[in-house]
DNA sequence: GTCTATAATTTGATAGAC
DNA sequence: GTCTATCAAATTATAGAC
């Protein structure tokens, strides 16, 4: 693996435990065994690497889901894949970003707002009767799925992810 | 005003747009007219402060939805008072230090840790046909309109947390 | 309750040798 | 591609005068 994919994945355990004030440089070099200096060899600015990584993020995301049926069946890939960030009990790295918004560099946000996008078109396909239906729902299943992984993590429970995000009873949508 | 008040608000603020480390004392003593040292008189540290914050900060929000009818009233009554945060285009306040959480002093995180238990136990009142499905609901609920902050305040359209947290075509509770 | 002064640490980033 | 050395700035926090 290359030292600067090292340090993205570094960089996303990092992101996603404490967001984008909670590593440094120099956390990143002691993780992959090089000094902090050096890492400005492979990612110019902290702003660059973590827009690089989200792009990294998002296309890796869209893979996993990329082979499941337009519907509820994707609707499920989708939760399945997010419920992956609980390992750990990490945050949804796009959640992280969003949350922080108001105090990151724009090029930053405008990543995780690309991948959110994305994931709403990508989503809507067959969950409604009509495409406008079908992204009003993709929207809120995303909204429940980004807010269930913050409360399984604020209270330390990763089942409460599925209480939140996948309790048929709330939605009568699967 | 006292001070302290005054710092709090700033502190409110300031949390809401970049969250916990998007602030430091030298801006809230700039945004109250003292010198950062001086902030330390009122609270000794910083998540002192934040820990202050944020029990104020939640027993407003329980006064504002108290006088609320148990079940679906109660529910519009809480996606109503989320709602405000979205002024300015802020997260919720617990939203963002769970968010963050990984990153955080404890006292914080169990902080935001003890408004969710208290929102998801009152709004849980009359919400299921049992209070063990109430609180699955309210769990639920709870998510989306915290999610829905977030994809409204990322993708820049405030819109879209009516859209995410209240059409009444996904949960078809209301 | 606010001030000045300052300590101790950390941060993102640069220059230039190897 | 990695290093040493270093910078300028910012951070939380403390001591002690007024």
Same mark, same amino acid.
């Given at each position: 693996?290359?030292?600067?994919?090292?340090?993205l994945d570094?960089a996303?355990?990092?992101i996603?435990?404490?967001?984008y004030h909670?590593?440094s440089?120099?956390?990143?070099a002691?993780?992959?065994?090089?000094?902090?200096a050096?890492?400005?060899?492979h990612?110019?600015?902290?702003?660059?690497?973590?827009v690089a990584?989200?792009?990294r993020? =998002?296309?890796?995301?869209?893979?996993?889901v990329?082979?499941s !049926?337009? /519907?509820?069946? @994707?609707?499920? *890939?989708y939760? #399945?894949?997010?419920?992956?960030?609980?390992?750990?009990?990490?945050?949804c790295?796009?959640?992280?970003?969003?949350?922080?918004?108001?105090g990151?560099p724009?090029?930053?946000?405008?990543?995780?707002g690309?991948?959110?996008?994305r994931a709403? =078109?990508?989503l809507a396909?067959?969950?409604g009767?009509?495409? !406008?239906? /079908?992204?009003? @729902?993709?929207? *809120?299943?995303? #909204?429940?799925?980004e807010?269930?992984i913050?409360?399984?993590?604020?209270l330390?429970?990763?089942e409460?992810?599925?209480v939140?995000?996948e309790s048929?009873?709330?939605t009568?949508?699967?």
């Amino acid at each position: 693996m290359s030292t600067a994919d090292g340090l993205l994945d570094a960089a996303e355990r990092m992101i996603r435990e404490g967001g984008y004030h909670g590593f440094s440089f120099r956390d990143l070099a002691v993780a992959v065994g090089i000094r902090s200096a050096s890492v400005h060899h492979h990612f110019p600015t902290k702003a660059a690497l973590v827009v690089a990584l989200a792009e990294r993020c =998002a296309d890796r995301f869209m893979d996993t889901v990329a082979g499941s !049926a337009p /519907g509820p069946a @994707r609707l499920a *890939a989708y939760r #399945a894949a997010f419920r992956q960030s609980l390992g750990g009990g990490g945050m949804c790295l796009f959640g992280v970003l969003g949350a922080e918004a108001g105090g990151l560099p724009v090029p930053v946000v405008d990543a995780a707002g690309r991948f959110f996008r994305r994931a709403i =078109a990508h989503l809507a396909e067959g969950l409604g009767e009509t495409p !406008a239906e /079908g992204e009003r @729902r993709a929207l *809120a299943e995303l #909204a429940r799925i980004e807010g269930a992984i913050i409360l399984a993590r604020t209270l330390r429970d990763p089942e409460l992810y599925d209480v939140a995000a996948e309790s048929s009873g709330v939605t009568g949508l699967v």
